[in-house]
Structure formats: structure tokens, C-alpha cells
């Protein structure tokens, strides 16, 4: 691979996002399932981590700091999340109820959500999921483009601000190690695609 500056993402979130969707139409369709995910971007190609499932707010701070370490650790130059989740659309109306939570209003769609961040920029993608009469995934309705802005909550602000020294990769991978987590190259060449 060719060099690069640390903080430089020589994919770009566009290219990320599109192979991060790829992924998960594969996973989706081979195991009818997209298990919580993060994808980072480093000079050894992509790597991939998968924490168990987000069942409640500790399970998803858990994987937020999980996407970090795996940052810092493989001094990443971008990340991907990508969760299965329910969104709340607006009513017919255009009314947006924000007190319910989405995997309990009337008016949910099933969606793969893309968060995506480097060091310059933060994106999100929603691929709206499509069954059969029988419940079997199949396809994405991935009409929606991918939405650059500001990230805000705790899936945000998850890359390094700065370039990761030796010693804090070596910690943020024996934090790994102790957490179990699985974390493998599947020796992709960011470059390619």
C-alpha cells in the first residue's frame, strides 16, 4: 500500500461506505442477521471487529468504546460502524415523535445503519432493509445518499485526535485482548475498490 500521512484516509468514507454496505448485504443475506460491527481502515488493510450483540445501553457504550480502541490500537485513518437498528420515520403528517423509542413507534422502518468518521469528517447511511411475506431479507432500499455533518452521541468523536504512540497501540490492543474480542484482517487492500 501506498504511504500516507497518519490522518490521511486514502479510501475516502465514500469508497467505505460503499464496501461497508456490500458487507453488510452479505451478511444479511447469507445470515439473515447484521451482527454489530466496526471496520477500520489502516495501513494493514481493513480490519474487522465484531462485539456481541447491543441489547442495552451498556452493550452500546461498550461497543462505541470498542470502535476507539480499535482506532488507537491499529492507529486507524477511518471507521465504520454498522449496527441493525429500527428507525422512527415521520408520521404521514411529517410529525417526528421523539418520545417513543423507535423500536416501539408505529411509524419504524428495520435499517442497517453506516456511521462512518475519519479524522477530517463524520458520515451516516441508512439502508432500509426489505423482507419477503415470509420475513426473509431481501434486498436494501439504499436510495438514501451518504449524509455528511456532525456527529453527536456516543457513537461520535471515536478516531484519535492525535497520532497513537507505540506504547498506547500496545495498550489499546491488550485491552482488546483482555475484552476478547474478535478482531481479525481480512486482508483487504483498501485501494482496491
Known amino acids: 500500500m501506498k504511504s500516507h500521512r497518519w490522518h490521511d484516509n486514502p479510501l475516502g468514507l465514500e469508497a467505505l ?3 461497508a454496505a456490500d458487507y453488510a448485504w452479505h451478511m444479511m443475506k447469507t445470515t439473515g442477521a447484521m451482527p454489530p460491527t466496526v471496520i477500520a481502515v489502516t495501513d494493514e488493510g481493513l480490519i474487522f471487529c465484531m462485539p456481541d450483540g447491543l441489547t442495552n445501553d451498556a452493550a452500546k457504550d461498550r461497543f462505541a468504546e470498542v470502535a ?3 482506532a488507537v490500537a491499529h492507529c486507524a485513518r477511518a471507521i465504520v460502524m454498522i449496527v441493525e437498528a429500527w428507525a422512527a420515520m415521520p ?3 411529517g410529525h417526528l415523535d421523539t418520545n417513543t423509542p423507535p423500536s416501539q413507534s408505529p411509524n419504524r422502518r428495520e435499517i442497517v445503519a453506516l456511521m462512518l ?5 463524520s458520515a451516516t447511511r441508512m439502508l432500509f432493509i426489505q423482507r ?3 420475513g426473509a431479507f431481501t434486498k436494501f432500499d439504499d436510495s438514501q445518499s451518504l449524509q455528511f455533518g456532525e456527529s453527536r452521541g456516543r457513537f461520535s468523536g471515536l478516531m484519535p485526535r492525535h497520532k ?3 506504547r498506547e ?6 485491552t482488546l ?5 474478535n478482531i481479525f484482517n481480512r486482508g483487504i487492500d483498501p485501494n482496491l475498490n
Open 169 to 174: 497501540a500496545a495498550k489499546a490492543k491488550a
Open 117 to 121: 468518521e475519519d479524522h477530517n469528517s
Open 132 to 134: 419477503d411475506a415470509a
Open 17 to 19: 461506505a460503499a464496501q
Open 164 to 166: 497513537p504512540s507505540v
Open 177 to 181: 485482548a483482555a475484552l476478547k474480542m
Open 68 to 70: 476507539r480502541l480499535l
Open 91 to 93: 408520521d404521514a403528517n
